[in-house]
Structure formats: structure tokens, C-alpha cells
């Protein structure tokens, strides 16, 4: 069966870092378009970041740019996020998502989420 499991969120301080990680498995995950969304209380699920199956292309939110890195290691079928000075607003369930589009089909698998949140 197919699974994303987030996991590295917590409570962490304006300012501070945290590295999401997403394991993968039950598909092919190099073939796979990979993204990180965020969704805080009240309001859209948003992209945050996205990077393709061999780590050609990065593509980031605007407001994350300079701030989060999105990386990837298909040898160990795992999806990063790196965050570095984190703001309040930056509080929010991190989702992990991967997509394929195919020849008959589209593939797309959600993860079950993982908490971010920035306080003092």
C-alpha cells in the first residue's frame, strides 16, 4: 500500500529551524513530482514548495523564498523541507504530496500531515 509519512514537526521559537522529513513508499518515487503544503486554521491549503523527480527544478512560495529549502534523496524515497527563520505565520499542518502525471492515469498521494508551530 502506499504511505507519506511526515514527520520534524513540534513547537519551536520565532526564528528558529526545523527539517521535515516525508518517507515514502508503496510506489515508484522517483517518478514522482514532490511538493510540501501547509494548511493553517481558517484558512486554504497552500504550496510551499515543489521539486522534481530528479531535483532539476525548485519551485517555492514567495514568502518561503530564501527561508525554506526543498530537497530530496530517492535513494532513501524521502522528501525534505528545511526551515530556517520561522515566523508565527509559518504555524500550520504540513502536508506532503506526491504526483505523477501518466500515460492512462495521474497519480496523487497525500501524507496524513505533520504540526508546525512557531511561538514564544
Known amino acids: 500500500q502506499v504511505q507519506l509519512v511526515e514527520s520534524g514537526g513540534g513547537l519551536v521559537q520565532p526564528g528558529g529551524s526545523l527539517r521535515l522529513s516525508c518517507a515514502a513508499s508503496?510506489?515508484?518515487?522517483?517518478?514522482?513530482?514532490l511538493s510540501w503544503y501547509r494548511q493553517a486554521p481558517g484558512k486554504e491549503r497552500e504550496l510551499v514548495a515543489r521539486i522534481t523527480e530528479t531535483s532539476s527544478i525548485k519551485n517555492y512560495a514567495d514568502s518561503m523564498k530564501g527561508r525554506f529549502t526543498i530537497s530530496r534523496d530517492n535513494a532513501k524515497n524521502t522528501v525534505y523541507l528545511q526551515m530556517n527563520s520561522l515566523k508565527s505565520e509559518d504555524t500550520a499542518v504540513y502536508y506532503c504530496h506526491a504526483k505523477r502525471f501518466g500515460f492512462l492515469q495521474d497519480y496523487e498521494y497525500w501524507g496524513q500531515g505533520t504540526q508546525v508551530t512557531v511561538s514564544s
Open positions: 508503496g510506489f515508484t518515487f522517483s517518478t514522482y513530482v
